[in-house]
Structure formats: structure tokens, C-alpha cells
Nanobody
Framework: QVQLVESGGGSVQAGGSLRLSCIPS???????????LKWFRQGPGKEREGVAA????????YYADSVKGRFTVSQDEAKTTLYLQMNGLKVEDTAMYYC???????????????????????WGQGTQVTVSS
């Protein structure tokens, strides 16, 4: 069973930065090559929402309007680690952040497609981001 592991969350003041990471767990026997990858978040009392996604080639990204210009999603060259660089954090960014992935495909999927993909079978447990004023 594929399990993802997020890290990098924490508490920062508004305007600060954090970088989240996501990797497959040691026993998952899974890599990110060919997979749609997406970051989600769920704030207190809110529904889960999409934050950013990478195309399954890893070369293009799609962002929610609320984070555009402040967050950057990327992965390493080995396609084993997914990142979310968060700059200019706001109080409203406070949430549990989750990474998610699809099974690998040979067909190219754009970042927009990946963002709108309704089915992500593989998830992490989440990492908490708290932004204070």
C-alpha cells in the first residue's frame, strides 16, 4: 500500500516562510515519476481545498488563486520528493497540509488536469501549518 509522508510544517508569524516536503514511505515501493501530484489543505472548520498541483511530467504547475504568487510547488530531479515552498504566509493559510498522488501514467497530464483530477488514491497523514499575526 502506498503511503506518503509530509514534513516541514510548523508555526510562523505572518509574512514568514515554510517549505513542506512529501515523500513516499519507505515500504511503499512507489516513486512520483508519471504521477499527478497535488497539495491540499484543510483549515479549522473549513472543507479541504486544493492548493497546487504538478503535471505528471513535473514541468508545469497550477495554483489556487489564494496562493498564486506566494507558493511554489516543485519536485526534485529524481522525482522522489515533492515540495511546497510557502512565502508571504498569511493567517488564513493556517491548515493541515496534505500531499496526494495518482498512479503513474505514460500519457502526459497537464498541471490543470492534475489539479482537477477528482481521484487521488495515495495520501499522506498531513503536516500542520500555523500562521500567527
Amino acid at each position: 500500500q502506498v503511503q506518503l509522508v509530509e514534513s516541514g510544517g510548523g508555526s510562523v508569524q505572518a509574512g514568514g516562510s515554510l517549505r513542506l516536503s512529501c515523500i513516499p514511505s519507505e515500504h511503499s515501493n512507489f516513486g512520483f515519476s508519471g504521477s499527478c501530484l497535488k497539495w491540499f489543505r484543510q483549515g479549522p472548520g473549513k472543507e479541504r481545498e486544493g492548493v497546487a498541483a504538478l503535471s505528471n511530467g513535473g514541468l508545469s504547475a497550477y495554483y489556487a488563486d489564494s496562493v498564486k504568487g506566494r507558493f511554489t510547488v516543485s519536485q526534485d530531479e529524481a522525482k522522489t520528493t515533492l515540495y511546497l515552498q510557502m512565502n508571504g504566509l498569511k493567517v488564513e493559510d493556517t491548515a493541515m497540509y496534505y500531499c496526494a498522488a495518482t498512479p503513474a501514467e505514460t500519457t502526459y497530464r497537464t498541471a490543470t488536469y492534475c489539479y482537477r483530477q477528482p481521484d487521488f488514491p495515495y495520501w499522506g497523514q498531513g503536516t500542520q501549518v500555523t500562521v500567527s499575526s
